[in-house]
């Protein structure tokens, strides 16, 4: 991630991000945006997904919901639609 210059200024975030953050280029809009990523532990293969990851995943989001203005989750199209659901209804009070 840190080596494709599309995603990520080098310099720039060595000089300003904390906290594992990394920068992207400054767009035409003269604006950057300041991203983290987290992988899970265990990758699971989206055919297993069951609700103990719902949980860890709706989890990460509570932990995390005052520091970030969005959330990316990347997921296997197998059970995509009931990892969605399944979060809209856990999150729906934040």
Not at 25 to 50: A, G, L, N
Not at 62 to 80: P, V
Request: glycine fraction near 2%; hydrophobic fraction near 40%.
């Amino acid at each position: 991630m840190m080596s494709n210059r599309y995603l990520c200024d080098k310099d720039f975030t060595y000089f300003n991000a904390k906290d594992d953050f990394i920068i992207t280029p400054e767009s035409v809009y003269k604006r950057r945006i300041w991203f983290k990523i987290k992988e899970f532990e265990v990758i699971r293969d989206s055919s297993t997904i069951d609700a103990s990851d719902w949980v860890e995943i709706a989890e990460q989001i509570e932990q995390n919901y005052d520091d970030f203005d969005s959330f990316i989750i990347l997921h296997g199209t197998d059970t995509m639609a009931y990892t969605a659901s399944a979060l809209s209804f856990m999150l729906e009070n934040l």
